[in-house]
């Protein structure tokens, strides 16, 4: 008896499977992408301290960081110009001979970013206690954000007209959408080679001469679509 229901339950399915309609799937996708320019200017500024004593150098490090910090934060507004401290390092020196500590070696470093651009630049010739190690330029969440809301649009018909035509030419009427995912490619940073530089009095308030860029935001549809006769 329980075989030959199984029996007619599988025949059941079969004939229910058999009267469903062909589906014919095709995967594509499309992408549109558009320019803007970099409006974030980020500067890394550090210094490094050698000698004898871990305390001296330490506290060496400390003056430079700390004066550095207050020539910053004479500008700092959120959003505009943030300031933040980076890597602060003390490490032993060792005797290659003999392996044993014969002095003392760190490093510290203040990162400075922006959309005032001015006044970050301004920032590489007032700072005098460190020197600038890194430069570089970047695009702001909002300046993304904008970029991707301008092409979203662009992607979206292109591959929707990519669908229609290829439906055409593979003999069908038309399509109805799948599944199908959006996203986005974030430019990364625009590092600038810069030569480690100390601003000397003459130099004082000399910005620091930069040049932002473009970054190209793409937006990518991918996904597929059913054919319909």
């Not at 005032?116 to 954000?145: C, K, N, W």
């Not at 959006?182 to 030569?195: A, F, L, Q, T």
């Amino acid at each position: 008896m329980r075989a030959l229901l199984m029996l007619s339950t599988l025949a059941l399915a079969t004939a229910a499977h058999a009267a469903e309609p062909p589906v014919d799937r095709l995967n594509l996708s499309a992408s549109a992408s558009v320019e803007v320019t970099r409006d974030v200017l980020g500067i890394a500024f550090s210094t490094t301290r050698d000698g004898a004593d871990a305390t001296v150098v330490q506290n060496g490090l400390k003056q430079a960081l700390d004066a550095a910090l207050a020539e910053a934060r004479k500008v700092a507004k959120p959003g505009q110009v943030d300031v933040q401290t980076g890597s602060f390092a003390l490490y032993p020196r060792h005797d290659p001979k003999t392996g044993k500590i014969n002095g003392w070696q760190g490093s510290a470093e203040l990162q400075v970013e922006g959309r005032d651009t001015a006044a970050v630049a301004q920032l590489a010739g007032r700072i005098s206690t460190l020197t600038v190690a890194r430069v570089g330029y970047s695009l702001s969440r909002e300046a993304r954000e904008k970029a991707e809301g301008e092409v979203t649009g662009q992607a979206i018909a292109r591959y929707r007209a990519k669908a229609t035509d290829y439906a055409r030419q593979f003999g069908y009427g038309g399509y109805t959408l799948g599944e199908v995912s959006i996203n986005s490619e974030e430019p990364g940073p625009r590092p600038m080679m810069v030569k480690a530089m100390r601003m000397g009095a003459e130099m004082s308030d000399a910005a620091l001469p930069t040049e932002a860029g473009k970054a190209t935001v793409t937006v990518n549809v991918s996904g597929s679509v059913q054919l319909k006769r």
